[in-house]
């Protein structure tokens, strides 16, 4: 792992700076380093995409690194028909379940209800502040497990 030393300052007007871009782009409000772009803020799809290029555009940042397929799903993954499809069929289901148990009055329960259909069947890791936050101090998408920020400490006597 690289530790890099940082002033105060810089930390301070990059959080700042990054939280507030997320914030006034996104009318959600970031609270953790551990927010996700999609799981907390709601954010998907094109959205996502185009919340991406304007950061990268309006901070000079190179996306180079960055694979938004590791990360989020896309537009048709999330609105095609497929999955659209198939949710309509799984929420008629519960639906279905639900007046079962409601009309049983709880005499016939359903324990492995369906869940919500995932496109693809592949796993996504989402984006989270902290990583927006430091892709925005080295200018490069860079994993967080590989730098980490230390105060520097200067004394003036």
Not at 26 to 54: M, P, V, Y
Not at 74 to 89: A, C, H, M, Q
Request: glycine content about 6%; some cysteine.
């Amino acid at each position: 792992m690289q530790y890099k030393e940082l002033p105060f300052s810089k930390l301070r007007q990059a959080y700042t700076t990054a939280k507030q871009f997320i914030e006034d782009e996104t009318g959600c409000e970031i609270d953790s380093l551990q927010n996700k772009i999609e799981e907390h803020l709601g954010i998907a799809g094109d959205d996502t995409e185009e919340l991406l290029d304007r950061f990268i555009k309006q901070y000079g940042l190179s996306a180079d690194g960055f694979e938004f397929d590791k990360h989020f799903y896309s537009e048709g993954e999330l609105f095609g028909s497929g999955p659209v499809l198939t949710n309509i069929v799984i929420m008629i289901i519960k639906v279905v379940m639900w007046l079962i148990e409601i009309l049983s009055i709880k005499q016939i329960q359903f324990n492995n209800k369906p869940n919500w259909y995932r496109p693809l069947d592949r796993e996504v890791s989402d984006l989270t502040f902290k990583q927006m936050l430091t892709w925005y101090l080295e200018k490069d998408f860079t994993a967080v497990e590989q730098t980490s920020y230390r105060l520097a400490t200067s004394f003036n006597y």
